[in-house]
């Protein structure tokens, strides 16, 4: 009896030593990564709890739990944009040191990932995440559409070039607009379902995939912190006006606070010819349609340079954690070759080197191309510690004029520097 | 035995006390306490998300801040809108309804139940579900409007001249019977002699509203439009859901941004000095509201 109470005892002292809490956003990766964590447990006897918050509020329920040292995760897959606050305010712990002694290298990693997700300050040795989930922004379109002669003559015969996958943001806009209102298979079909959402970030990921393209610049290369004349130059003002026109002219009727799941949805439902969303969705896209008759992804578009708005996040480990050793051990796990090859196989999207270098990795899925494509042109917002309040101006000043149809962009622009000015000189950095 | 004893001994007033110590300890602990705080707060400087960083006194200057801030006059002129709107449908409505339900007829109660419902459901899945009724493609409000005049399509949510319109809707379809229940109550208080003394002076049923209905029941009618007045003034959790205060900011409340500005760009030094200010608006304009509804239930 005796012996019993006390192996019982033992069992569930053990159990709660031997478990440490991951979080991160409520998306199909997360489901591929609890999947895959089963593998963890069975080896090291580590059990992993997962807490998956919704997008919509994924930044305010963690920088909540970090800003008040909340104890409740040991890892958190967070934001690329929040490294910078995660180093800066001491929320996440330095890898440096683990890192040498585990032998991981962050040359392993791709260089864009190991940039974005890894350090701070931008560019330098001092890692504060490991590489967890590459992703960008890109496109999915109707291919089965696309095929159709009558459709594909009809549009030849109006822009004077095949349907397919357009080079530059003015196809983009001729074939969607091409689709807006069109009736296929006895149903209304428009356009494309971009990001159009207020709340939180979407419809600055959006209107960033077409300033990126254009060739927009945040801040003087030779200046810090610089912006007037580059996050406001004329190409920028153009890619705005442009995202209003392609709202205008291609969205659905009421994609007006639309981010993730709502353009997959409209494009699931067949509404939509395109889709704008994260990589992260493209293996439950492509999951159903097997024989990659119906669905066709591509990077996104160039205009005056080719580059694409940087997704995805870096594994860290919060420094309030009773059981940073338990989420050191989860990392150098996670870390190895043959379980990012894994990932990969899930429908996560592995940074490791090894596994995008693979010679099969191009052709291993539809999306695997593109994906490198991608990776190897992407550019992020803010990742100042300060970053979610540089992003709010935005959202409200992009929204109001994209959706709400009010001022000019070149307004809205001078608005969101105003702002930034304003948050840089209160963090000391102007 | 012991215990019987000491209670005897204690005075009128220290069992006073002792019954209203709680209270007032939680009053102080969980509303005085932060207030004092948050005003000591609007003196500064200080970000809640920046550790170590120790706050500096900054004087008036949060303050002046937010009253020289176009942005705040804008939400404020938001917030205002969105109340006048929503306080003379539910009084028009509700007393209406209030009129209606006085009268006896078959199944009285029952429609009585079904009209309360939407108070009793929460306003966060409210603001998604109208979402969905809102939506230009499958809505039903879109349908039901198009089924009496053809407008085509129309967004209730992107458009910023109709969002403003879409919130104003669902707060009074969500709490105009509550402003109905307050003025059925105050219909039932009206003793039936003064109709009977009016039938007698051959007053017509419009000057028997006007003399003895709608005097018997505006107090009540005040009272529930400063209840529904000092909520709507904090609104939140409804349009979040329903509209994130866009298109842009056409529908950002001021309760929205004070939460955006406290909670999300961590300003609370800031924030606090706007809170203190929306506490000091609703706090004057209530107690404005409260005397003229006390010389009102006078005469």
């Known amino acids: 009896m005796i012996l019993l109470f006390v192996s019982l005892f033992s069992f569930s002292v053990n159990s709660n030593a031997k478990s440490i809490t991951l979080g991160w956003a409520a998306w199909d990766p997360a489901n591929a990564l609890q999947e895959l964590t089963k593998e963890f447990t069975a080896e090291t006897g580590i059990d992993v709890n997962f807490e998956f918050v919704p997008w919509p509020n994924f930044a305010d329920r963690m920088l909540n739990e970090l800003n008040n040292k909340g104890k409740t995760f040991d890892l958190l897959i967070g934001d690329s944009q929040w490294i910078g606050a995660g180093a800066v305010y001491g929320h996440y712990v330095k890898l440096n040191d683990f890192f040498d002694k585990e032998g991981i290298s962050m040359n392993d990693f791709s260089p864009a990932t190991v940039y974005a997700y890894s350090t701070w300050p931008k560019g330098s040795e001092n890692y504060y995440a490991l590489p967890a989930m590459g992703d960008a922004l890109a496109w999915a379109y109707r291919k089965d559409w696309f095929d159709r002669p009558e459709l594909n003559s009809e549009f030849k015969k109006k822009h004077g070039y095949d349907l397919g996958v357009p080079a530059n943001w003015n196809q983009l806009h001729d074939m969607c607009s091409f689709f807006q209102g069109r009736e296929i298979d006895g149903q209304k079909r428009y356009g494309a379902a971009i990001n159009t959402e207020r709340g939180s970030e979407g419809i600055t990921m959006g209107v960033t995939a077409a300033m990126y393209a254009w060739g927009m610049e945040y801040e003087n290369p030779n200046k810090p912190y610089d912006m007037e004349g580059f996050f406001n130059s004329p190409q920028a003002v153009e890619a705005v006006e442009f995202y209003r026109k392609l709202y205008e002219d291609c969205a659905p009727p009421g994609h007006s606070d639309a981010y993730m799941v709502a353009n997959l949805d409209a494009y699931k439902s067949g509404q939509v010819a395109f889709q704008m969303n994260w990589y992260a969705f493209w293996p439950g896209v492509s999951k159903e349609d097997s024989d990659g008759r119906v669905s066709g992804f591509f990077a996104n578009p160039k205009q005056n340079v080719a580059a694409a708005t940087l997704g995805g996040q870096g594994i860290s480990v919060v420094k309030y954690s009773d059981k940073q050793d338990l989420a050191l051990e989860y990392i150098k796990w996670f870390a190895r070759p043959d379980i990012q090859q894994k990932w990969w196989d899930l429908g996560g999207y592995s940074c490791h080197n090894d596994v995008l270098n693979s010679p099969s990795f191009p052709t291993s899925t539809v999306y695997a191309q593109g994906f490198l494509d991608s990776m190897g042109i992407v550019k992020d917002f803010w990742q100042e510690p300060t970053f979610v309040e540089l992003m709010l101006p935005m959202q409200e000043a992009i929204h109001d004029y994209v959706v709400n149809g009010k001022g000019t962009a070149k307004g809205a622009l001078d608005k969101i520097i105003e702002e930034w000015v304003e948050v840089f000189e209160a963090d000391g950095k102007l | ?299």
Not at chain 2, 72 to 87: C, D, G, H, P, S
Not at chain 2, 214 to 220: A, G, I, M, N, Q
């Open chain 2, 1 to 299: 035995m012991s215990v019987k004893k000491k209670f005897k001994g204690l005075s009128d007033k220290a069992v006073a006390w002792l019954f209203i110590g709680p209270s007032v300890f939680l009053l102080l602990a969980i509303n005085i306490y932060p207030l004092i705080y948050a005003i000591r707060m609007s003196f500064t400087n200080f970000y809640a998300n920046k550790i170590g960083r120790e706050p500096e006194f900054v004087g008036l200057k949060n303050y002046i801040k937010v009253l020289n801030k176009e942005a705040i006059w804008e939400k404020m002129q938001v917030t205002a809108n969105f109340m006048f709107w929503t306080l003379l449908l539910q009084a028009v409505i509700g007393l209406g309804l209030a009129l209606l339900l006085n009268r006896k007829f078959k199944g009285n109660e029952l429609l009585t139940t079904l009209i309360v419902l939407p108070m009793m459901l929460s306003p966060a899945v409210v603001g998604v579900f109208w979402t969905y009724l809102y939506n230009p493609q499958v809505g039903l409000f879109n349908y039901v409007i198009n089924f009496f005049h053809d407008f085509g399509s129309f967004d209730m949510i992107g458009s910023s001249v109709l969002a403003p319109w879409s919130i104003v809707i669902v707060d009074t379809w969500m709490w105009t019977p509550f402003t109905m229940l307050i003025c059925l109550a105050g219909l039932r208080s009206v003793p039936n002699y003064l109709y009977e003394a009016a039938e007698v002076d051959r007053a017509s049923k419009w000057q028997q509203f006007i003399y003895i209905t709608l005097p018997s029941v505006l107090p009540f009618l005040l009272l529930a439009l400063l209840f529904r007045g000092i909520e709507n003034f904090k609104m939140f959790d409804m349009v979040v859901e329903l509209t994130s205060g866009g298109p842009g900011s056409a529908t950002e409340l001021a309760s929205i941004n004070l939460k955006r500005e406290a909670f999300e760009k961590w300003k609370t030094g800031y924030s606090s000095a706007f809170a203190v200010i929306l506490f000091v608006t609703i706090f004057g304009f209530g107690n404005v509201y409260v005397k003229v509804m006390n010389k009102i239930k006078e005469r």
